[in-house]
């Protein structure tokens, strides 16, 4: 019985050393996000370079600073079970072409701005930790920006963006859900529909 006792007692401290472990490190998220919009606003929005050049510096930024492996997942939701891994392929490489083509050219209404960091707050999910930040805007209050950040192996990637309450990715897992729902050709219908919008 004193046995037994010993050997649960143990397996609880190395769960918990693993769980200690597996904490991220809130400093280092913050940081990691003020380099990527520091970085943002200053080689690309406020560069003085052609706006192919400007794209180019926009993608690299972008497939860095992002997971999106992990974002197409979480924004296909349960049909990602079912999708083939062709169509699972496909997928991301469109997600990744229309994230990037649409983000380009929503960051410059970042010009002239500074994002003002606010410190972190938990996240439910392991190994994930909010970055809270505010953006001055001409007129009214300042907007909301708080980045999911996930911790992985050392290295941090945003996963989602939420502007003012609104997370992009759950707003994309809803909107691609309810199209594979009410369209006959599911998911290869989707990933039409995105390139479409490229």
């Known amino acids: ?3 037994n006792l010993l050997s649960v007692l143990t397996a609880c401290m190395v769960f918990l050393a ?5 904490e991220v ?3 280092k998220a913050e940081t990691f996000v003020k380099n990527v919009t520091a970085e943002g606003i200053e080689e690309i929005i406020n560069a003085n370079v052609p706006q192919a050049e400007k794209d180019a510096r926009f993608a690299k930024l972008f497939n860095e600073a992002l997971d999106l492996d992990f974002i197409g997942q979480f924004v296909l939701g349960r049909n990602w079970r079912t999708a083939t891994p062709a169509q ?5 490489q469109v997600y990744r072409q229309l994230n990037i083509s649409t983000w380009s050219k929503r960051f410059d209404e970042f010009k002239g701005k500074n994002f003002v960091f606010k410190g972190t707050s938990p996240s439910n999910s392991q190994g994930q930790v909010f970055v809270n930040s505010l953006v001055p ?3 009214g209050e300042p907007a909301k920006v708080v980045w999911r950040v996930r911790e992985k192996n050392g290295q941090y ?3 989602d963006i939420i502007i003012e309450n609104v997370s992009l990715a759950i ?9 594979i729902k009410n369209n006959p050709g599911g998911i290869d219908a989707l990933i039409a529909n995105l390139k479409s919008k490229i």
Do not use: L, P
Request: proline content about 0%.
């Open 88 to 92: 699972r392929k496909e997928f991301i």
């Open 18 to 22: 693993g769980g200690a472990r597996a």
């Open 1 to 3: 019985m004193k046995k």
């Open 137 to 139: 805007m001409d007129q």
């Open 171 to 179: 707003t994309a897992r809803n909107e691609y859900t309810a199209f």
């Open 157 to 159: 990637k945003i996963v």
């Open 25 to 27: 490190n809130a400093g």
